[in-house]
């Protein structure tokens, strides 16, 4: 399978502290990457450095073969970059079906219709409802973002960021705050786009990155400590010792 | 040519004085306060009335910004502290209004006429400075800025109220987590910058005069020192007061009528090539 | 499908807007009173500025200090052009020329403008409003700085070879106000409630989402800036028509205050409730300043209250009544 986007020695420095330190990962097509660490570790900022929230220190970041080290943020979107946040990031006075539209709309270049309705773009309104339909959140698309409940939220902002039509969709702690059920769900709907375009996790919950993950990279005090597959980082004693270890010891 | 160079340093002084007040507000409380200037102009009329009425002048350099403080933490608690949840606009629009009312409020008791605060005889006359004739007075604007300054840079590093508000600033919920009542925190550094501002008031009545919308002029140029020196950052606005104060006393001398059009060229310049100021410290927006 | 949709509420604010349009076309005819026409005109005018700062404020959320400024460079570009170059000139000439002024003065600022936000956007409007302002008002071999430009030819109205009236005519000047700014009220109205007033309000709702969902901040934020400024462009250039006169009054920091003071007074984000708050506020105005000269505390003080206490403006007082309604209706 061929790598989607990695990136090149990638740091992010805020004066003399170290967030994001030389880190250099791939993540290919198709697969689940998974990002995991102890709190502060820099997984945060790394999303942030890749989806240009953060203009980065030093190194690159290339998607696609193409280097997108000082891109826009919008243009990352539009390569098919998108992403969710830690902290719901919503337009809490719209609608549940508007969050959607509005990113729907822009991913399918339709908004600079200054003539005509917003609400008549019948396919852009088709497409809002089936990615509402695939998060679950169908029957909930006249309420407004502000009424749900924490659990529906995080699926609007996982809706939000899969209206942009991802080729890779960075999802930052999706389940935290989630019940289990609401937690299943979210594996499930992974699974399910893991077969059409690559998904890169942050998540403290180590059963399900151990679980649905494809290949996992370590972060420690803004450096990748280690690197494989569930089984391998399982049994990588460093990783054991920084991350693991931490958490038997408590 | 020491003459326009001291003159540029006196305006700076003053633009320091009331700018910095708008520095430690936006920086502690994240509130941009456009009545700020009218808060500075309050204090020159305190000081006047209380000048004018015989009470010694240096007196009137301690108490007049303590009342424009005090008036400045009944404000800050009447109306800005119910609208600290909602949008910035709303801040901007409510403090904007506060300055015309503020204004408006000058007409009303002192009238619009032009005055200024009497001088105290004992800095009246010049002192000469390698050949050239500088007033007093000025000089002495010049030493006390240097000192209320330095003074305020001690409180803020050196003393637990200072380490709070610092605090307070990077990490809110923290401190209120602590015990420290965030509400006080708020109130107190709205006080202080308006005792800054007040400050300024009285130490420029005696040099530029005493008129109702004096606040709102000297307002914009310390907009532009807060914005080209970075929000939040005290060195930002030393470097920038600096910059603006010089630019403006220059334009005044050789311009005149389009002095501020340099001022604001300057700032939307400086704006271009970094969008957060001079000296930013990652708190703008 | 439908209801999340939902675009019945729309059909119905468009038919109150058309009813009330149709009542000030008839007006005239009921308002025997030549001054109060004449009142009417200048708050319809007032009312595009207030709408337009609406478009800004309240649809993309950044906030100007001297949107009055833009209204003014329009007035002045079309009083700067009859006293100099042809007094006689046509609309035909003028009205363009006004808006191309505004329209190239509004993109320097705003092309500066929209590298920021919230806060330093709002400083920026103040140093270009005042950069402009101080250009207009010093320039007094040209503008007659303090006095402004009085007496100028008030055009005729013509479409083509015929002409419909003079704006002598205050029965003239009505309509034409009247036809113009319905015109961009409505063309307004349709582009707002668009997918691009979408992007605005999106803009206005969650900047950074925005810019994470694939929009280009900048680029819509600086279309919202100049049509928000080709509006204000074109009440300047209605004052003149209307006045024969320009201050610089028109366009000084408070003139750009009492635009903002409209705007809210109105409503944010109706568009209609700018009409109505330029109304309120020039009939108060009116009203204040025939009682005390200090009128100035008296409009703070309506700021500071109406941000406490009624953040939604006039706007909101037939929406709530619209809603209080419907939900007796479907009591019954």
């Known amino acids: 399978m061929s790598t989607i986007l990695s990136t090149n020695s990638l740091c992010r420095h805020f004066g003399g502290v170290r967030a994001v330190n030389d880190v250099t990962i791939a993540i290919r097509d198709k697969s689940v990457k998974a990002v995991i660490g102890p709190n502060g570790a820099g997984k945060t900022t790394l999303f942030n450095t890749i989806t240009g929230r953060l203009p980065a220190t030093a190194g690159t970041v290339v998607f696609d073969g193409r280097d997108i080290t000082n891109s826009p943020v919008h243009e990352r979107v539009k390569l098919g970059i998108c992403r969710t946040f830690q902290i719901n990031s919503l337009f809490l006075g719209a609608t549940v079906f508007e969050n959607v539209r509005i990113a729907k709309q822009t991913r399918m270049g339709k908004s600079l219709k200054i003539f005509s309705k917003r609400d008549s773009l019948a396919d852009v309104n088709e497409a809002t409802f089936e990615i509402l339909e695939k998060v679950g959140l169908g029957g909930k698309a006249s309420e407004l973002a502000n009424t749900l409940s924490y659990g529906d939220q995080r699926s609007l902002e996982v809706a939000i960021a899969l209206a942009g039509d991802p080729k890779i969709l960075l999802l930052d702690e999706p389940t935290a705050g989630m019940s289990q059920l609401e937690t299943n769900n979210i594996i499930r709907l992974i699974q399910k786009l893991v077969k059409e375009i690559a998904v890169v996790l942050v998540e403290h919950d180590v059963d399900m990155v151990l679980s649905i993950s494809d290949s996992i990279s370590v972060m420690h005090q803004g450096s990748i400590i280690g690197e494989g597959t569930p089984d391998e980082i399982c049994k990588n004693q460093r990783v054991r010792e920084a991350y693991l270890g931490d958490e038997n010891g408590h | ?285 | 499908m439908e209801k999340a949709i939902g675009n019945k509420k729309d059909r119905k604010g468009l038919v109150i807007q058309a009813l009330v349009l149709l009542a000030l076309v008839l007006l005239p005819f009921v308002l025997g009173n030549k001054f109060y026409l004449r009142l009417v005109t200048e708050i319809i005018i007032y009312g595009l500025l207030a709408m337009s700062l609406d478009v800004l404020l309240g649809f993309t959320g950044l906030l100007s200090f001297m949107h009055a400024a833009y209204m003014g460079i329009g007035a002045y570009t079309v009083a700067v052009f009859l006293s100099y170059v042809d007094p006689g000139a046509s609309i035909w000439v003028t009205f363009p020329l006004g808006i191309a002024v505004t329209v190239v003065l509004a993109f320097a600022a705003g092309w500066l403008q929209v590298r920021t936000g919230g806060f330093a956007f709002a400083l920026l409007t103040v140093a270009f409003g005042m950069m402009y302002y101080t250009l207009v008002w010093k320039a007094r071999s040209i503008t007659c700085g303090d006095d402004g430009l009085c007496g100028l030819p008030k055009p005729d109205i013509s479409l083509g070879p015929i002409v419909l009236g003079n704006m002598n005519d205050s029965l003239t000047a009505y309509f034409f106000t009247l036809a113009v700014v319905a015109v961009c009220f409505f063309v307004t109205r349709r582009i707002m409630h668009s997918p691009f007033g979408a992007v605005l309000e999106s803009i206005r709702e969650n900047t950074e989402r925005a810019s994470f969902i694939g929009i280009n901040v900048r680029n819509y934020k600086l279309m919202g800036w100049m049509l928000a400024c080709t509006l204000a462009g074109i009440s300047g250039v209605l004052f003149t028509y209307m006045k024969g006169s320009v201050s610089p009054t028109l366009m000084d920091a408070r003139a750009g205050g009492i635009v903002l003071m409209m705007t809210l007074l109105g409503g944010m984000g109706t568009l209609w409730g700018a009409f109505i708050g330029a109304a309120a506020y020039i009939f108060l105005q009116d009203f204040i300043s025939a009682m005390t000269e200090n009128w100035m505390v008296f409009l703070g003080l309506a700021v500071i209250l109406l941000t406490l206490f009624m953040p939604k403006g006039l706007a909101d007082l037939p929406i709530r009544l619209g809603q209080r309604l419907t939900r007796q209706r479907s009591n019954l």
């Not at chain 2, 700076?12 to 507000?25: C, Q, V």
Request: hydrophobic residues 55%.
């Open chain 2, 1 to 285: 040519m020491i003459q326009i160079c001291l003159n540029c340093l006196l305006l700076s002084a003053l633009l320091l004085l009331i700018s910095i007040g708008l520095n430690i507000i936006y920086g502690i409380s994240r509130v941009v306060n456009l009545a700020h200037g009218s808060l500075y102009a309050l204090g020159a009329y305190f000081g006047y009335s209380m000048v004018s009425y015989g009470v010694n002048f240096y007196a009137a350099l301690l108490l007049a910004p303590l009342l424009a403080g005090l008036c400045g933490v009944v404000l800050e608690r009447l109306i800005i502290e119910p609208i600290r949840h909602r949008d910035m606009t709303y801040t901007l629009i409510l403090t904007y209004g506060l300055s015309v009312f503020i204004d408006g409020m000058f007409k009303f008791i002192w009238s619009d006429k032009v005055q200024f605060i009497q001088m105290p005889s004992s800095l009246r006359g010049t002192l000469n400075l390698f050949g050239v004739h500088y007033p007093n007075y000025r000089l002495f604007v010049l030493a006390a800025t240097v000192c209320v300054i330095l003074g305020l840079l001690a409180l803020l590093e050196k003393t637990k109220l200072g380490m709070i508000m610092r605090a307070a600033s990077t990490i809110p919920e923290m401190v209120s987590a602590l015990g420290v009542n965030m509400k006080l925190v708020h109130m107190g550094v709205f006080g202080l910058g308006c005792v800054l501002a007040g400050i300024g008031g009285v130490i420029a009545g005696p040099l530029l005069s005493v008129y109702p919308m004096m606040g709102s002029e000297m307002l914009l140029s310390c907009f532009v020192v807060l914005v080209i020196g970075g929000l939040g950052s005290l060195r930002g606005a030393i470097l920038a007061s600096l910059l603006v104060g010089t630019a403006q006393t220059l334009g005044f001398v050789f311009l005149t009528d389009f002095a501020m059009v340099i001022v604001y060229l300057m700032m939307a310049v400086i704006l271009l090539f970094m969008p957060k100021g001079l000296l930013a410290e990652g708190k703008f927006d």
